[in-house]
Nanobody, 122 residues
Framework: QVQLVESGGGLVQAGGSLLLSCAAS????????MGWFRQAPGNERELVAA???????YYADSVKGRFTISRDNAKNMLYLQMNSLIPEDTAMYYC????????????????WGQGTQVTVSS
């Protein structure tokens, strides 16, 4: 069992920045891919960015050049630096982990955090 706890969400003006953090505990040695999903009201949950323990990285087209995912394997931490935020980035952001590699369908991820709200005002 892997436990994930997110932090760092909040309210920010358009053009601003936020840093999300995710702490993993439990059977974290079993984790390969870790990622950030987001879900806005009425929308499906989508993969925003992900990174494997070996360093492979994925970004959704909508965040490329603005968001940066990083990972500290020794500390079991995952981060998402979000710059140049726009109102369309407003959503609940979830940390997720899985034993396999990066894949986009949420149902294929093994563990989830409770989520942290990000709100970008115009």
């Amino acid at each position: 069992q892997v436990q994930l706890v997110e932090s760092g969400g909040g309210l920010v003006q358009a053009g601003g920045s936020l840093l999300l953090s995710c702490a993993a505990s439990g059977r974290s040695f079993s984790i390969n891919a870790m990622g950030w999903f987001r879900q806005a009201p009425g929308n499906e949950r989508e993969l925003v960015a992900a990174k494997t323990s070996g360093g492979s990285t994925y970004y959704a087209d909508s965040v490329k050049g603005r968001f940066t995912i990083s990972r500290d394997n020794a500390k079991n931490m995952l981060y998402l630096q979000m710059n140049s935020l726009i109102p369309e980035d407003t959503a609940m952001y979830y940390c997720a982990a899985r034993r396999g590699g990066i894949t986009t369908p949420p149902k294929l991820w093994d563990s989830w955090g409770q989520g942290t709200q990000v709100t970008v005002s115009s």
